[in-house]
Every structure is written in C-alpha cells, then in structure tokens.
C-alpha cells in the first residue's frame, strides 16, 4: 500500500523567475535541513530542452519509535536525486525527485510541474504528487503515515522559502522569519539594558560629584 499526495500551489512571480530561482532556493531561512546540493549531469537536448541531474543531502531525523528498529550508526542523512526537464518554450519545469538511502524504511517519490498559472499569466502554478511507501514488515503503515506528515511539512517550508528567495531576487525586502524577529528583538533589548546601565552610572557618577562638592563647601 502507498500514501499517494496531491496538492496544487501559486507562486505570484513569473514562470521565468521562478524558473531562476529554483536554482538559487538553497541557502534561505526556511532550508536548514538541507545540507549540500550538487550538479552531477547536465544537457541540453537538440529541442531545446535543459536536462539535469543534482544530488542534494538533508538531515533525516527519525521518530524515537522507528531509532529503535535500526543500529544507532545507520546515518542520520539522506541523500535524494532530482532529476528535471525544462522547456523553455512551452515554460513548464518538471523535477522527479527520489531518496536513494533508507529505502528499507521508506521511500518517497515526488513529482512537480511548474507551469504559467491560467488564471494569471505574471503568476506560476506548481502541481505536486507525491508516493510514501515502506517495506517495513508490521509497521509500514505507521512509517507511511509519519512520512506523509513530514513531507507536508516540508512542502510548506519549501514554498516559504521559494517566496523569500523570490523577494530577493526581485529587491523586495522578505518577511522576516520568527527567529529574525526573535533575535532582533533581544539585540535591541540589550542596547536598552546597556544605555540605560550608562545612564545609571552617569547619573551616579554625578550625584557622587555633587554630594562631594557639598562636602567640601562645609568643610
């Protein structure tokens, strides 16, 4: 048995910037589990078509009920082929993406279409499918059932992360992710605390000034 995904989703840029930023979407706030992407074959076809193939490692934390099934060394990475067909002349993208590692426990397939949106033509449209399945004998459903949680999850911060690096492409300022926001707010929590502690000890310094002028003046 197969958990089978389907979901559509639109991008408000043009099929060519985000034909551009699909190859720039890594490093950005929303990706921190992917570690390394690499180009392992690329073609240009006689119809114009542009092949590729890139090898990308993300970090594959698994629930503590599945650790306990596997040897505490089997690795905590996985590493997954990508494999897409551009056609710039008909403006659809369309990536096949696999994981080649753990595939005992689980595999997911996606496939993606990125094409010109009906509605909107300055607008991208992307069809996503995706298959979860696992060989796991007596706890395959459950696998499956956990895949297909995480892959929505990743969906969601991939799509995030595609309209940040869109926004930087175009000179938009993004939207600061929580951890910015976070972050600059503590920042600016201590330059408060450090000004006002200089404060304090100016005010300080000059009450101790004073009251030892009028010290003085009684002397």
């Known amino acids: 048995m197969v958990k089978y995904f389907l979901g559509h989703s639109v991008l408000r840029s043009s099929w060519d910037q985000v034909f551009a930023a699909f190859w720039q979407r890594y490093p950005n706030p929303y990706s921190k589990h992917v570690l390394t992407e690499d180009i392992v074959h690329r073609e240009v076809t006689p119809d114009q078509k542009l ?15 599945a650790e306990r099934l596997f040897p505490a060394n089997v690795a905590h990475s996985v590493y997954i082929l990508e494999d897409s067909i551009v056609d710039p002349q008909n403006q659809t993208m369309t990536t096949f ?18 094409c010109v949106n009906s509605d909107n033509s300055g607008w991208t449209e992307i069809r996503r499918e995706a298959w979860v399945s696992s060989s796991l004998f007596g706890v395959s459903r459950a696998v499956q059932e956990f895949g297909l949680a995480r892959f929505k999850s990743n969906v969601t911060k991939s ?9 930087k492409l175009q000179g938009e300022a993004p939207s600061k992710t929580l951890v910015e926001t976070a972050k600059e707010a ?20 000059k009450a101790a000034t004073k009251k030892q002028q009028q010290q003085q003046q009684f002397v």
């Open 51 to 65: 092949l590729s193939r890139r090898l990308l490692t993300k970090t594959n934390r698994m629930p503590r009920w």
């Open 97 to 114: 993406t696999w994981n080649i590692n753990h595939a005992r426990l689980m595999v997911v397939e996606e496939r993606c279409v990125y």
């Open 159 to 167: 799509m995030k992360g595609f309209e940040y690096i869109l926004a």
């Open 186 to 205: 503590t920042e600016k929590a201590k330059e408060t605390a450090l000004a006002a502690t200089e404060k304090a000890k100016d005010l300080a310094s």
